[in-house]
């Protein structure tokens, strides 16, 4: 049996309120690379499709696409988009359990914040030592030999 004979044409799906992936991704900011990838992964249902095979997204889809794409602005993983995506969906949920994600996860941003300024500070003061002339001594290269062989020493220790 031919699974397109319940499909629409492109221009009844259009019709329909349905759109392609590029027009997806135009309304949605995703790409439409990106689509394909959340779709493979099951971050959104699989698109249905018309006649010819071409996918196609509903406006719940596309709110859908954009709830990702707002959770990743916010550096929400793929896994914890999932877990967002499950409560989102579960309308008996306790937002309780959503807002302690959210705080789990601005703690973690706040740690990652902390360890790239530190990486900040001794970058900046790596280049203060250095005289950043025609000379070939550098502190920044000597710091990172030190780290490099300092850890290879107790390796072979």
Request: glycine share 6%; with cysteine; net charge neutral.
């Amino acid at each position: 049996m031919n699974r397109h004979l319940s499909a629409p044409e492109l221009a009844q799906a259009k019709a329909e309120g349905l759109h392609n992936i590029g027009e997806a991704a135009q309304l949605s900011g995703v790409s439409a690379k990106m689509i394909r990838h959340y779709e493979s992964i099951r971050l959104i249902p699989e698109a249905g499709r018309s006649v010819a095979g071409y996918r196609l997204y509903s406006d719940a889809d596309l709110h859908r696409l954009r709830f990702i794409k707002r959770s990743r602005s916010l550096g929400f993983s793929i896994k914890q988009i999932e877990t967002l995506l499950g409560l989102w969906d579960n309308r008996s949920r306790e937002s309780a359990e959503v807002k302690r994600l959210a705080l789990d996860h601005a703690a973690e941003l706040a740690e990652k914040v902390r360890e790239m300024q530190t990486m900040q500070r001794t970058l900046e003061e790596l280049a203060r030592q250095c005289h950043g002339d025609e000379r070939p001594d550098c502190p920044i290269l000597q710091d990172l030999a030190a780290e490099c062989c300092d850890s290879g020493k107790a390796a072979r220790d």
